[in-house]
């Protein structure tokens, strides 16, 4: 159990186009999702916390504007990367947190690579 | 703000040995820490979760301890090998507050 999906697992797009990654749970309910990202050799670092139904909660120095997520649902949410750059370029994983277990453990998509030309 | 550090950054062994690698944080009140692998250019495998209450998890070879009042955590890998080689990270978390990372251990199994 505890599965958590990303898709598309990779992504090359073209400097100024929008890029939509999604992140599901596929066996539970996640009231609360992580949008994490990674540069090479670098470690995890926070993006945002979306909660379902309601806005998304921006790390320091996230442009929301750029990055846009939305959590429609207790199994979904979306991270679009607007008008996307090459600085862009990165490791997105998204997170989930079930809503029933009391220990507060996240569970980890496989990751979304995106390359901007 | 919750800071986690590992140690060491990279760290090569020949197979067989037992290894440990470090894991410290600066805000002691967390509720759970988890070790996580990374391969290269993959996702996160989850190895072992400790909530606070608990001082060690262990799976398979995988042994990990949490002093939570002194901000420290250890993996314990035992009779190491090549398939082990990969990053290594630690993460806490204060409740329901998210994930923090700290930066990992590189590891490397030298067969």
Known sequence: GAVVS?????????SGTSVKIECRSLDFQATTMFWYRQFPKQSLMLMATSNEGSKATYEQGVEKDKFLINHASLTLSTLTVTSAHP?????????????????YEQFFGPGTRLTVL | KQEVTQIPAALSV????????????????????QWFRQDPGKGLTSLLLIQSSQREQTSGRLNASLDKSSGRSTLYIAASQPGDSATYLCAVSNGNTPLVFGKGTRLSVIA
């Open chain 2, 14 to 33: 020949p197979e067989g040995e037992n290894l440990v690698l470090n894991c410290s944080f600066t805000d002691s009140a967390i509720y759970n820490l």
């Open chain 1, 6 to 14: 990303q898709h598309p697992s990779w992504v090359i797009c073209k």
């Open chain 1, 87 to 103: 600085e862009d370029s990165s490791f997105y994983i998204c997170s989930a947190r079930d809503r029933i277990l009391p220990i």
